[in-house]
């Protein structure tokens, strides 16, 4: 049973650019949901993804947009980058939207510089 | 919106020693989970906990949802504890808001 997993685990990036990191949710999971960890905080929700939509968001600007597939994995997509996008991204899935459990993957840790 | 504490922020233990770890949320929830999030980073799930009692080995939970409080508890505590332990709750916006966190620190 296969489950969360990240791409790619690390990734340093310099102001300005753009980075599109990818999660494919464990088996027989639907949603995936997107959280940045900054150090020594705990996770703040970005957005949801079900059905290839966007439903839920957190208070993120709109330079983090994502994607997801019909094969349910998703993409975090983050535009012109700032020092204080430097955190832990990390990717949860699971099934529906309803309250269930969510599992997250081992993250992407990006360094802006 | 909805606050989530938990306390204590900082523990050291010496193995084999039992502790509590508490999560106080400000508004009714629908889902509750614990997490330990070890030193690289990953989150591994312990429990789904909205209501009742669950155990797993040495780790048990308790949510008492009308009074708005989970409790974790660890026995028998192992230097592999050692982590950061987050509550998180399920809003009604449907996704998860993390508590403050719990640092623990376990000594041989």
């Known amino acids: 049973d296969a489950g969360v997993t990240q791409s790619p685990t690390h990734l340093i990036k310099t102001r300005g650019q753009q980075v599109t990191l990818r999660c494919s949710p464990k088996s027989g999971h639907d949603t995936v949901s997107w959280y940045q960890q900054a150090l020594g905080q705990g996770p703040q929700f970005i957005f949801q993804y079900y059905e290839e939509e966007e439903r839920q968001r957190g208070n993120f600007p709109d330079r983090f947009s994502g994607h997801q597939f019909p094969n349910y994995s998703s993409e975090l997509n983050v535009n012109a980058l700032l020092l204080g996008d430097s955190a832990l991204y990390l990717c949860?899935?699971?099934?529906?939207?309803?309250?269930?459990?969510?599992?997250f993957g081992p993250g992407t840790r990006l360094t802006v510089l | 919106g909805i606050q989530v504490e938990q306390s204590p922020p900082d523990l050291i233990l010496q193995e084999g020693a039992n502790s509590t770890l508490r999560c106080n949320f400000s508004?009714?929830?629908?889902?509750l989970q614990w997490f330990h999030q070890n030193p690289w980073g990953q989150l591994i799930n312990l429990f789904y906990?909205?209501?009742g009692t669950k155990q797993n080995g040495r780790l048990s939970a308790t949510t008492v949802a009308t009074e708005r409080y989970s409790l974790l508890y660890i026995s028998s505590s192992q230097t592999t504890d050692s982590g950061v332990y987050f509550c998180?709750?399920?809003?009604?916006?449907?996704?998860?808001?993390f508590g403050t966190g719990t640092r623990l620190t376990v000594i041989p």
């Open positions: 508004d009714s929830v629908n889902n």
């Open positions: 906990i909205p209501s």
């Open positions: 998180a709750v399920l809003t009604g916006a449907n996704n998860l808001f």
């Open positions: 949860a899935s699971s099934l529906g939207q309803g309250a269930l459990a969510q599992y």
